[in-house]
């Protein structure tokens, strides 16, 4: 699975910060994305009260980090500081994102899926900021290089992973058949 950092504000002015995994973009231009969280997160909460969070893209080395960020502080801990990571500049949200990360979606609340226990939050991506260093010219990240984290979970803990080319390149046109394209050519 992937993992980020959603950094959001209290609506005290409190940084927090927290490891997700369940989130994904919604579909092409990829300008939304959706996200699952237990009713009882900080994280939540900030979302509601000041509809805006930035989804970091961390590398694998900050793995130790991202494990700070996973307790359980209470709100009036700036996760920033207990992590000792530094704030990364927002263009259009008032939250920071995290520095050495390699890409920042700042997002805005859209709408809320409410379940029991759990709520699907859809975020507008309103700006997205890469380290370039990360990414080459074609705007693709390199993943080589950049090192994403991801995380395989098992019972009773997670390795925590990265990306490798797995031997094959696919064009996109390859998904389609002759008669797809005939249909486009019409
Ligand atoms: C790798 C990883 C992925 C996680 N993914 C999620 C997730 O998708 N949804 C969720 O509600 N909690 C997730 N968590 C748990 C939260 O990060 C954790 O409960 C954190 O303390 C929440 O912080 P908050 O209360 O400040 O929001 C994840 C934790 C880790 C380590």
Redesign the pocket.
């Known amino acids: 699975m992937p ?1 980020v950092l959603i950094s959001t504000r209290g609506k005290d002015g409190v940084l ?1 910060l ?6 994904t973009p919604i579909l092409r231009p990829l300008d939304e994305i959706i ?4 009713i009882k ?4 909460t900030n979302i509601r009260d000041t509809g805006e969070f930035v989804v970091n893209i961390p590398p694998a080395s900050m793995s130790e980090q ?2 700070i ?5 209470p709100p009036e801990v700036d ?1 920033f500081v207990k992590a000792n990571l530094q704030p990364h500049l927002s263009q259009q949200v008032q939250v920071p994102g995290v520095e050495g990360c390699l890409a920042w979606l700042e997002c805005t609340l859209v709408e809320e899926i409410i379940r029991k226990n759990y709520s699907l939050v859809i975020g507008k991506v309103v700006n997205l900021a890469v380290d370039q260093q990360s990414f080459n010219e074609a705007g693709e990240m390199d993943y080589e290089k950049a090192q994403p984290l991801s ?1 395989m979970l098992g019972d009773k803990g ?1 390795w925590f992973t990265r990306p490798v080319f797995g031997g094959r390149y696919a064009e996109y046109r390859e998904m389609f058949t002759d008669k797809d394209i005939a249909a486009t050519e019409k």
């Open positions: 993992v927090n927290a490891p997700w995994s369940n989130i996200l699952a969280s237990w997160r900080d994280t939540l991202v494990m960020c996973s307790r359980d502080y996760e995380a997670m």
